[in-house]
């Protein structure tokens, strides 16, 4: 069994920056797509950004493109996800996935084990 276990979330003013990072266990991520997303009170669950397991490839959505990072270190079995220029509408419940689909981009994580989030608060 897969455990994905999020962590680095926090309250930080507008403009600010926060990283987060999703630890795995249970099994190597190397070889699988691992992905984040976000779900803000009343609002379904968006998807953020994926990478492919070599780490070469990435996908973001548009509404953090050029301010998110997403990366990964397989050696440590983790992921992160580097938040900067941080905006209020980014607050929400921030959730890893590893992807059971396949191993390409763009992933649909339509079987996927997930974390169990860490929450981003953007003051303004």
């Known amino acids: 069994q897969v455990q994905l276990v999020e962590s680095g979330g926090g309250l930080v003013q507008d403009g600010g920056s926060l990283r987060l990072s999703c630890a795995a266990s249970g099994r190597t991520i190397s070889s699988y797509v691992m992905g984040w997303f976000r779900q803000a009170p009343g609002k379904e669950r968006e998807f953020v950004a994926a990478?492919?397991?070599?780490?070469?490839?990435?996908h973001y959505a548009d509404s953090v493109k050029g301010r998110f990072t997403i990366s990964r270190d397989n050696a440590k079995n983790t992921v992160y996800l580097q938040m900067n220029s941080l905006k209020p509408e980014d607050t929400a419940v921030y959730s890893c996935?590893?992807?059971?689909?396949?191993?390409?981009?763009?992933?649909?994580?339509?079987?996927?084990?997930w974390g169990q989030g860490t929450q981003v608060t953007v003051s303004s």
């Open positions: 996935a590893l992807s059971r689909v396949s191993s390409s981009l763009p992933n649909s994580f339509a079987s996927s084990y």
């Open positions: 990478i492919v397991g070599s780490g070469i490839g990435t």
